[in-house]
């Protein structure tokens, strides 16, 4: 038999070769192309980018367009929401087609959010750029549905969640950037800016706002020059399927998406990793979105120097995935994160409780600890599934990114309603407790609850 992907006769047995890795049946590689997976990890920075930017628009915005705290914070409900209403759609078109499609759609997608941008500012409604936002997250959950679990799957298996925890290093890079981008071409040196506008008349600040929002274009303009780029780079660069082969004389019919959905829902590991997803991205962006107002509350400085902050933070996040995957080498991944979750639910309590600029390094200080949440809680679910529901399980982990669009919106409306930006990241700190209630359920349960298909398949 031919493979319609890559013209290449298909064996009775159970591998398939091309250039210079092998397939395996259940979709993992023997080894894994370097030059592939690299690339393959430059999609995360791009990601980040996008994602560390609404961090600047938030606060962009609530002065532009004097917004509250909850309603700054739906800048990550339109963004994380995209997500949620995606991913399913994203791994069906995984499933009809291959991870590289996926990607170039997704790549397509976020260059036309990106553009949506210029629209926005000339409209100069926090609607339309709310609308940029969540057309840029369609593309993105794409890219993250497929990335993610073709990650963990470009390679041998037993490397699955350390070759994704190296993917994801790369996410902070862009993150990182992001924040440059945004400190300087969107913040503007001098006071801050509910300083300006305190001193200007009501036409003066008219003026001066519809400046700043011209200022949000400028990062856009950058970005869509290197997503061009790198959909180029896809276009013409050969992947692998990853996907699971079998004989053609026996064939099993794909599950159907309520088969699959029917089935997750009585995996209770994977339910208990969904929750623990949803709390954990809903806590990171959480304390990310508030980092750079906290930074103004408490001290006298303007927008611009308040980012650097996040500059700081992502470097942290950064660090604390390398030392996380060293520690990982040695102790199980529970034992590493369970670790994690207790000092960082202390260090919050500390950005909570200490009214003065020490907290704002506590709120960077607590993203070391950040680092392997993602990765592990993903790969370690998608673990506890068997092979032939990869595709829409990983989907259904990408949803829970809906948590960014939840968990900021509730610290902000908190801080509305105490009167205290610091005090709301407690919902943060409570968050971080329970992901260490998660992983240490897991360190008790190991692998009792997961389901005996898989259980057989991985011991065989």
């Not at 980018?49 to 609404?54: D, F, G």
């Not at 036309?112 to 969540?134: D, I």
């Not at 070759?163 to 300087?184: E, V």
């Amino acid at each position: 038999m031919t493979s319609p992907l890559y013209g290449f006769n298909l064996s009775e047995d159970i591998t398939v070769r091309k250039i210079n890795w092998i397939q395996q049946s259940n979709g993992y590689l023997d080894k894994t192309p370097i030059f592939q997976f690299i690339l393959l990890s430059c999609l995360f920075p791009l990601w980040g980018a996008a994602a560390a930017l609404n961090e600047i628009l938030i606060t962009q915005f609530k002065s532009v367009f004097e917004l509250t705290n909850f309603a700054s914070a739906l800048v990550q409900s339109a963004f994380y929401g995209g997500y949620f209403l995606i991913a399913i759609p994203a791994s069906l078109v995984i499933r009809k087609t291959t991870y590289k499609t996926a990607i170039l759609i997704g790549l397509g997608l976020y260059i036309a959010g990106c553009m949506l941008f210029f629209p926005a500012s000339s409209n100069a409604t926090y609607t339309m750029f709310l609308f940029a936002l969540f057309a840029i997250a369609t593309g993105l959950s794409f890219l993250e549905t497929a990335a993610n679990t073709y990650s963990s799957m470009i390679g041998h298996e037993k490397h699955a969640n350390l070759r994704l925890n190296i993917s994801q290093t790369f996410y902070p890079i862009g993150a990182i950037s992001g924040i440059l981008l945004g400190k300087y071409l969107i913040f503007q040196e001098g006071a801050s800016m509910e300083t300006i506008l305190a001193g200007m008349t009501a036409d003066q600040a008219h003026i001066f706002r519809l400046e700043a929002l011209q200022n949000t274009l400028e990062p856009y303009r950058y970005m869509i020059m290197v997503l061009l780029l790198v959909f180029g780079l896809f276009a013409i660069t050969r992947f692998p399927a990853c996907k699971i082969q079998s004989d053609s004389k026996v064939a099993e019919k794909a599950p159907s998406l309520i088969d699959t959905l029917r089935y997750l829902s009585g995996n209770s590991r994977f339910k208990r990793g969904i929750i623990a997803q949803f709390l954990y991205v809903g806590m990171q962006v959480a304390v990310w979105s508030f980092t750079i107002r906290l930074a103004l509350d408490l001290s006298d400085i303007n927008e611009r120097t308040a980012s650097n902050f996040m500059i700081y933070s992502f470097i942290c996040f950064f660090v604390g995935k390398f030392v996380a995957n060293f520690l990982m080498t040695r102790f199980s991944a529970a034992k590493v994160l369970i670790a994690y979750s207790v000092i960082g639910s202390l260090v919050l309590a500390y950005v909570c409780l200490v009214p003065n600029i020490t907290a704002v390094y506590a709120a960077v200080a607590v993203s070391i600890l950040f680092g392997p949440c993602w990765a592990t809680i993903y790969a370690e679910t998608l673990a506890t599934v068997e092979n032939k529901y990869t595709e829409v399980s990983g989907a259904v982990l990408v949803m829970s990114i809906v948590g960014a669009a939840v968990i900021p919106a509730i610290q902000g409306l908190v801080a509305d309603m105490i009167g205290s930006l610091q005090l709301s990241f407690f919902v943060s700190m409570l968050c971080f407790v329970y992901v260490g209630y998660y992983f240490l359920r897991e360190l008790k349960t190991g692998k009792q609850d997961t389901p005996v298909a898989f259980t057989q398949q991985a011991t065989a």
